[in-house]
């Protein structure tokens, strides 16, 4: 199964991918993830990336359609998988569809978590992460036990640099503008709108209802 997780930065796409991926046992390709550790090595598209991310903007369409394609030609990808952050814009949408198709794919499942401008502002300015284990909490409804170290391993939390208040409103505004396209674009029965704002376990259970005619998730498991 293909699972497209669209939603605002913010809207928890990352703690829903992995739940996803331990239910179905398939892999979660975070296109975001993927660019900051290709930065973090300083590789060509990491460095011809790093200032783009930086200030919130979107990095261009071919390079990103290469960096996927390339991670979903991988064995593990052969049962399916979850695309977290990818496609954003409608050239990505298309380079995908023919991507399945050319590849005899099944169609994609679209879960939409949505949630109001307000509140991701005030959730990405106040997410914090552990260094290590890259855990994430938000320092005004989930803080640690401890200031500033991490519950699971005591290691320090870091601010992902992108998280700083102006930078938080381009990458929103960038969401923004390009989402409806998108979300027509993926308009049907394989389309699904989940309220963001529901507790993060409510959210996993709609998924799970909104997957299980094709996921074929065991009940209670
Ligand atoms: P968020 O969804 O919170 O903005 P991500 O981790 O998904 O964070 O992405 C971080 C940054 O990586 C984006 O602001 C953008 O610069 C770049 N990026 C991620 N996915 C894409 C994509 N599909 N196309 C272009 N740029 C991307």
Redesign the pocket.
């Known amino acids: 199964m293909i699972i497209l997780l669209v939603g ?3 809207s928890g ?1 990352g703690t829903q991918a992995r739940f996803i991926s331990e239910r179905l046992a398939i892999p979660t390709i ?4 993927m ?2 550790a290709e930065c973090e090595s300083e590789t060509v598209l990491g460095l011809a ?1 790093q200032s ?2 930086a200030a ?4 261009d ?1 071919e390079l ?1 359609n290469a960096m996927v394609v390339n991670r979903l030609s991988r064995p593990d990808c052969g049962d399916g998988f979850i695309l ?6 409608i050239p ?1 949408a298309f380079f995908l569809d023919s991507f399945v198709e050319e590849r005899g794919l099944p169609s994609p499942r679209v879960i939409h978590l949505d949630v109001p401008m307000p509140v991701l502002i005030s959730r ?1 300015s106040s997410r914090w992460h552990c260094s290590t284990c890259h855990r994430t909490y938000n320092l005004l409804y989930q803080p640690p036990a401890r200031k500033g170290r991490c519950d699971v391993d005591d290691a320090m939390l870091v601010q992902r640099n ?1 998280d700083t208040e102006q930078v938080v409103r381009q ?1 929103l505004e ?2 923004h503008s390009l989402a409806g396209p998108l979300l027509d674009h993926y308009a049907g029965d394989r389309y699904h709108r989940i309220d963001g704002q529901c507790p993060p376990e409510d959210i996993s259970r709609q998924i799970e209802e909104a997957l299980r005619p094709v996921a074929a998730i065991p009940r209670g498991r």
């Not at 975070?30 to 993830?33: F, L």
């Not at 977290?84 to 814009?89: E, H, K, S």
Request: proline fraction near 6%; charge should be positive; aromatic fraction near 6%.
């Open positions: 605002s930065p913010g796409k975070s296109t975001g993830d660019l900051r990336a783009i991310l919130g903007r979107l990095v369409d990103v977290d952050g990818y496609p954003r814009t990505q990405l992108d990458r960038s969401y």
